[in-house]
């Protein structure tokens, strides 16, 4: 018999709601920040070291976040850290609008909302399973990316409007909203607290985060592979995606991108409530490969529908990946370890996210930009395919169930 539909869960519902509609706001964001560096007489390197700051606070906080998502009632973070990012973009919101902002303050509220996030995500990842029964679990990762991914779609079209029809500032004010809304939704959730681990020392419960994502050779070799695809790619959609597009066309055209790369998201969601490979990671890093397309688009492109053709195709590729790899973890990683490992997955892939935003400019100089999206397209397309090589990857198939780690490999 087939399980009920994840949405019957009036939990599940509340959870997805409140990643949706933060995540509607949230798309804003990236655009309006773009353009408010821009408007204030930013280069490309100013903006990607904006851009690095939120990422840098991000990357040195969730750790610290994953330890308290194993720690601590998962809801709660997630509600407090909603309530205090509206309350931050609001303020960031009513100075662009007054016209008082500039780059040191930009940076600044980027490290802030960083360290919000990063507080956050660990536990807002590892909640899905709390909120729907084992057998729901494969669908419930599938339509908790399918509607987040739909809400960044239309955030990104509605902010290159917003900021084009009036200014950045009233696109993060948007933001804040939603983030307030999202805090009511996370409030109202009632799950059963997962049993806390075993209080330690941070650093000994970081280690033993650390230990059940090296026990899992799949695990750590995809963290590895994505550290390599965001310190090249995060610059693209960061740095040189907005200005080559608002350059060649306008700064709409910009977000018309970004929504057709969610747009690209959403349709790999549709795929993936139907399609279920059994091997999950070997058709995963397939997918990811696709993700070229859409910086070799902005570098050979003279046409906008080529560009928006790219930036869609990345999008259903990543999608499908990311669905497989959420499951591939969901599956085979304990409950009492599962906001840390999610933290380890974080810190692991973007730790040089902001390396590679500071430096895109730079080096987009020296080699020229078309040379280096190019470059970028052929290291994210080419590492994917290589990490086939590793029969973990090749052979990691779905469970029926999670699995329960014997509790020695905990220690």
């Not at 996030?117 to 084992?134: K, L, Y």
């Amino acid at each position: 018999m087939k399980p009920p539909s994840p949405l019957r869960s009036r939990d599940f519902r509340l959870l997805v709601g409140g990643v949706a509609v933060s995540g509607l706001g949230s798309a804003m964001t990236p655009v309006a920040l773009a353009f408010a560096v821009l408007d204030l007489g930013g280069t490309a390197t100013q903006l990607g070291l904006v851009v690095a700051a939120f990422s840098a606070a991000e990357v040195v906080t969730i750790l610290y976040g994953g330890v308290l998502g194993d720690r601590l009632p998962r809801q709660l973070l997630m509600q407090g850290s909603s309530a205090a990012t509206a309350l931050s973009q609001g303020a960031c919101a009513t100075v662009l609008i007054t016209g008082h902002g500039s780059l040191w303050f930009l940076t600044a509220i980027g490290v802030v909302n960083g360290c919000l996030g990063a507080i956050a995500q660990p536990a807002s990842n590892a909640m899905t399973r709390s909120t729907v029964t084992d057998e729901q679990l494969g669908r419930a990762v599938v339509l908790r990316s399918l509607a987040n991914q739909t809400a960044f779609a239309i955030g990104f079209a509605v902010a290159g409007v917003i900021v084009a029809v009036t200014s950045p500032g009233w696109a993060i004010a948007v933001d804040a909203a939603t983030y307030a809304v999202a805090a009511v939704l996370f409030a109202m959730i009632r799950v059963p607290a997962s049993a806390p681990a075993e209080r330690e020392r941070l650093l000994a419960e970081l280690a033993d985060g650390a230990r059940e994502v090296f026990r899992h050779t799949w695990l750590w070799l995809l963290i590895a592979q994505a550290l390599l695809y965001h310190l090249c790619f995060g610059g693209v959609q960061g740095v040189l995606g907005p200005i080559v597009v608002s350059d060649t066309w306008s700064k709409e055209a910009w977000g018309w991108a970004l929504s057709a790369l969610m747009a690209g998201f959403v349709a790999g969601g549709v795929v993936a409530l139907r399609w279920r490979p059994r091997h999950l990671l070997r058709w995963g890093v397939l997918m990811l490969s696709l993700t070229a397309a859409f910086p070799l688009a902005l570098a050979v492109a003279d046409d906008l529908s080529v560009v928006l053709l790219g930036a869609f195709v990345h999008g259903v590729g990543l999608q499908l990946f990311s669905v497989s790899w959420d499951l591939a973890i969901q599956e085979n990683v304990a409950e009492n370890m599962l906001a840390r490992v999610y933290s380890f997955d974080t810190v692991g892939s973007f730790v040089c996210r902001p390396l590679g935003l500071a430096l895109t400019g730079p080096v987009a100089a020296v080699v020229g930009t078309d040379r280096w999206l190019v470059v970028v397209a052929a290291v994210i397309g080419l590492s994917s395919i290589a990490a086939l090589g590793a029969p973990s990857i090749r052979g990691l198939t779905r469970r029926t169930t999670p699995a329960v780690v014997p509790e020695s490999a905990r220690i």
